[in-house]
């Protein structure tokens, strides 16, 4: 499952999503770290499919994890070139324009 919370500053929906695995986890990997926090990743646990509709009604997207990344991949909403890999997890920023 796919943990995702949607966070909403002014006009701006930010869709924060996670594999629910590595909620909580710290990775560490050239320099730069990531925590997966509870109480920015920390949301409903969803389907990759629900997920997918969910990134229609935001802005931007904060993502961690490997499933949740190659989907996103996948699904062209991210492009491989963009994801970061710290210590062994993907992780991808968009903001949609």
Do not use: W
């Not at 701006?12 to 909580?24: H, M, N």
């Not at 646990?45 to 490997?66: K, Y």
């Amino acid at each position: 499952m796919i943990l995702c919370k949607i966070h909403v500053h002014d006009n701006e929906r930010i869709l924060a999503a996670c594999d629910q695995e590595i909620l909580g986890m710290t990775f560490r990997g050239d320099g730069v770290k990531i925590k997966v926090s509870e109480i920015f990743y920390g949301g409903e646990p969803i389907s990759e499919d629900a997920f997918v509709e969910r990134t229609r009604s935001v802005t931007i997207m904060n993502l961690v994890g490997n499933r949740v990344v190659s989907r996103a991949v996948k699904e062209g909403l991210v492009s491989e070139e963009s994801v970061m890999v710290i210590g062994e997890v993907k992780h991808a920023q968009v903001v949609i324009l």
